[in-house]
């Protein structure tokens, strides 16, 4: 089996185990729990408990805005988790792509695409479970005040989010599974070598300067993502629910990490490398005596890292990566390797290896 063929398998198993585990399981489980669900309307009370804080309920609307959960909240998760997962699998690989310079990533999207399928499962059973808890208890009341703490409930709820959510993850095919090729599949993604260190002359030392900006598209998208909590917060607040001021809470929060998280300064030099939000934190620092190897590669936020920002890979790497295109790769000594999206990148990994070279050459 050639590499495109075996690449082509392991897309296609990838898919399937995310739309049954990702999608096909988790709307039975949503469609499922809703049946029971809709069977109990009659013996609600009138109006029915929909939202409860401390030990009791506090708020209340018809019995069927119950089944907004499930049917509302669930399906539109699991569907936003089954489209985010196939569009991973869509986006360039490039491997494939047009000739370039740079060193190409091996990274295959299946681990990104397996953990959304799991987290779709694992979401499924939370709200199809919270929902049969929030009108299970309320069934034969007369007054849904009287309905009991649902805590013990959700605290289950939680759990068997997780559970559920490993068990998508390992039921799922795994591409370390897939059939073994031919010799240069075997490859390491460091076939290449630590990118040549620039050359200086004796003495002289050498510093690049750059800045890692969010893609117009992640703002777009988070910017919209951040409008829309806003706006559901203000539109609960408008009704007298307290939870808005948990949707705005969370907007808020979006803002701060968005304006904190978009621009990135970046400098390498005899020290190593080091980042810098534009807003002054967070910032981060590799020494130059604490990196292994550096090169230049093509990175691709959304199937490598699930999307923008500051991220953990599935495969544990981390990175800051805002936007497609070219980057640096470093493998630290302590086996963890960070990934950093700017351009001129060739050129930073070669300021950057002449620095650990030198480092060395002292030890």
Known sequence: MNISSAKTTQRRRARAGLLWVGLIVPLGVIALAAAVMFAWLPEMPDPAAIHWSGAGPDGFGPPWANLLLPLGVGVGMVLVMVALGLL????????????????????????????????????????????????????GLDDARDAPDIGPWAA?????????????????????????????????????????????????????FGTSTLSRTGIVTISLFVFVTLGVGVVLLAFGRAGGWFAVGVGLLLVVMLLSTSVFYVRADAEGLHLRSAVGWPRYAIAAEDIAAVRAIQVNPFSEFGGWGIRWGADGRF?????????????????????????????????????????????
């Open 88 to 139: 991973a699998q869509r986006l360039p690989s490039h491997r494939d792509g047009t000739a370039t310079l740079l060193p190409r990533s091996n990274h295959d999207p299946s681990a990104t695409v397996r953990l959304l399928g799991a987290v779709s499962l694992g979401l499924s059973v939370l709200l199809a479970v919270l929902g049969l808890a929030i009108m299970g208890v309320q069934r």
């Open 156 to 208: 289950l709820a939680f759990a068997l989010l997780v559970g559920f959510a490993l068990l998508g993850w390992f039921v799922q095919p795994s591409s370390s599974k897939q059939e073994p090729l031919d010799a240069t599949q075997h490859q390491e993604p460091w076939q290449g070598g630590s990118a040549a260190p620039l050359p200086l002359p004796a003495g002289a030392r050498a510093a690049w």
């Open 319 to 363: 990175g800051i990566v805002l936007r497609t295109g070219e980057g640096i790769e470093v493998a630290r000594i302590n086996g963890k390797t960070v990934i950093v999206t700017l351009d001129d990148a060739v050129t930073a990994a070669a300021v950057l290896s002449a620095a650990a070279s030198t480092g060395k050459e002292q030890e």
